[in-house]
Structure formats: structure tokens, C-alpha cells
């Protein structure tokens, strides 16, 4: 089927390999966000001549292809007619486009984790009274997603995410010292910078913890993490009757993103009949050195609006390391201690975007 894809995040990791993805099926791109890279959008523009597009820093409208116009916001491309809006731009810059797509009733395969952690019950809310669904595209809950395709949700006892465990996983025990350079180098996939950082630090495992909380409905309690070096395994469910169901394959995001984007269906690609990994390892992850993981789950276990504050918190110490204003063993200490002090607020979204702004200019103080 000829699906109408809007992409919101079009020129990063994600984005332009759902563009890959819109070539091996021949889908219809037709709205376009991107941040900064003008001149990626703009070939993007002529390859796909979509019917919108959109750039926050701004771009001159006569440079586009004649059957594309330029649109007011993020959130009028992700408003318009399409069969799927994949929600691809990073932090909580990516939630209010996400709401914009949910409000006109769209299906949503997200990849903006951070919208689901800080907003996930006041999404599907939005989702329920307008008739829009989320589908993942985050590798693991995409494999968690059809490890649970055609089986009772009452038997579902536990989600298992695993994680690579970064490029310090069997590094130097003390971490201080680690420049973005070697954070950003990651062992198995390569992604846009924050979420490399958060894979580095294992805030990314944490977000995703809360992620899955959030789309699928379970306690935490239920949610394990453990570390396969691999990568092969992207996730596994345990049922109640002791059995487990795991999902597997390379560490291609096109494969989760193009399940996404075509299911029910499963459509053959060019990345079929890749050789077995020879060996499948699973470790306890390091909690010690990477505090972040506890942190998510103690803001989960908080609820209301802490999973906002983490997430804001560590954007900023994020980015300050990626600024080398901090170091790498800052980030926790920035995160842990904006989550200490946290106001204790019921999830509303006026206090969400209270909560956010006030985590980002804590955390500002405590660089
Ligand atoms: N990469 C992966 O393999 C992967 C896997 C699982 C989940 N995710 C999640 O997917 C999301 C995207 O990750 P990524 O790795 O694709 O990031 P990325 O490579 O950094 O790309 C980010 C994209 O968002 C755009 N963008 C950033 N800020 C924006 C803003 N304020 N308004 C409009 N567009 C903006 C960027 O535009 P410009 O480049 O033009 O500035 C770029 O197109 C993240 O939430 C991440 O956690 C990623």
C-alpha cells in the first residue's frame, strides 16, 4: 500500500533511515521536520517532494521543490492527512509535535522516547479521545511489541529489556575522566548524540524502563533490564507460565522501523539471511557505575511529574558534557540531585511544563 508517512526528524539517525525504508516500499513521504541541516532537508525535499515541510531554524521558501510548501510549525506537518507519523526528534522538543499528531487522531510510531517517559498517561488520554495509537520504534519495545502480538496480556509476568551496556560496559571503573569522544563511540549502533550519550551513561535503559511502564501498561516491577553485549536479542517477555519469548535479529533500525511502519505486515527487506551471532551473553548490569539506571526507576516509582524532572535534568547535564562544561560522571550527580529536590506534583500537563522548566534551570545551577 502506497502509506502517506510524515517524519518529524527527518535529517537524524532515525529519520533518514525511515527514508531508506520509504524507498524499499515506495511509501509516499509527504511532511518533512527537521531542526538545523537546511540543506539536508532541502535534498530530502527533492527526492520526496512532500506536500509540507518544516524547519525550526528557519529556511527560504523558494529553495523548495514548486509541489511543496513550507509550513507555520512542527505541528502543522504533524497534524496533516498521513497513515503514519514517525515521531524521530530527540528530548522533550519532540513531545509537542507528538501531541499535535495524537490530537488529529493519527497512528504514531514513536521513537521520541522522552515524550512517552514524561507524558505517557497524558498521551494515551489524548489518544483514547481522538482515536490515535502509538506503535514503537525503539528496537527493544518494538520487540517486546511482537513478542506479545497473539498472546493474553494477563499472562505477560515480565518485560526483560536488554541493553549493550555502552562503550564502558568492560571499561575503567572510575568513569570521570571519559570524554564525549569516547561516549559517543557506540559499540553497536549508530545513533544521533543524546541517545549515544544516554547509552554511554545508561539513562537510555532507565527512559526506556519508563517507556515501556508507559506503553505497555505494566507496574515497574515487572520491567528487568540485562546487559547483552550482542545486541542480537532486542528484548524478551517472561509469561506466568515460565516461559519466555524473545525477539531477535541484526542491529538494523530499519527492521523496527519498517515494522512499524507496515504492520500487521511483514514485508521482506534487503538485511534478510544475515549470518547467527556465535554466542549470546546476558549480564546483571553495573548499577554502581551507572547510577542512572536506579535514578529512573526511583522517578518512576514517584510518579506524578519526577520522570519529567530526570528527563529534563539529564538533557541539560547532556548537553553541558557534550559542551565539556561537565564530566561524564557529572551527569548522575545533576540528575540525582534536581530528582532530590523535585516538587511533588500530580501529572497535569500545566505541571509537566512547569516541572520541565523548572528541572532545566535547576539543573542549570548544579552543572
Ligand atoms: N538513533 C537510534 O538508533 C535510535 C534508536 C531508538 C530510539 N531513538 C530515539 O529517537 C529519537 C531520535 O534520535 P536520533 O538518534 O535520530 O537523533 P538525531 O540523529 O540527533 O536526529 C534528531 C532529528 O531531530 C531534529 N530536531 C532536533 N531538534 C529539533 C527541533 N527542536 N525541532 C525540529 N526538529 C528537531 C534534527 O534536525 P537537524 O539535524 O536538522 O537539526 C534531526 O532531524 C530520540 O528520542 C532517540 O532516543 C533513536
Known sequence: MNKRLVILGSTGSIGTQTLDVARWRGYRVVGLVAGANAELLLQQAREFEPELVYLSSGIDASRLPTKTRLARSANEVAAMDADVVVAAIPGLAGLEPVRAAVQAGRLVALANKESMVAAGELLWEEARAHGADFIPVDSEHSAIFQCLVGEPRQALAEIILTASGGPFREGPADLSGV?????????????????????????????????????????????????????????????????????????????????????????????????????????????????????????????????????????????AFLGRRIGFTDIPRVVAAALAEAPELPLSWDNLYRADSWARRRAEELL
Request: charged share 20%; proline share 10%.
Open 179 to 319: 570524554t564525549p569522544e569516547q561516549a559517543l563511540a557506540h559499540p553497536r549502533w549508530n545513533m544521533g548524540p543524546k541517545v549515544s550519550i544516554d547509552s554511554a551513561t545508561l539513562m537510555n535503559k532507565g527512559l526506556e524502563v519508563l517507556e515501556a511502564k508507559a506503553l505497555f501498561g505494566v507496574d515497574l516491577d515487572q520491567i528487568t533490564v540485562t546487559i547483552h553485549p550482542q545486541s542480537y536479542v532486542h528484548s524478551m517477555v517472561r509469561f506466568k507460565d515460565g516461559q519466555l519469548k524473545a525477539q531477535l535479529g541484526p542491529t538494523d533500525m530499519r527492521l523496527a522501523i519498517q515494522y512499524a511502519l507496515s504492520y500487521p505486515d511483514r514485508p521482506p527487506t534487503p538485511l534478510a539471511n544475515q549470518p547467527l551471532p556465535a554466542a549470546l551473553n546476558f549480564y546483571e548490569p553495573d548499577r554502581e557505575r551507572f547510577p542512572l539506571l536506579d535514578l529512573a526507576y526511583a522517578a518512576g516509582r514517584r510518579g506524578g511529574v519526577a520522570p519529567a524532572v530526570l528527563n529534563a535534568a539529564n538533557e541539560v547535564a547532556v548537553a
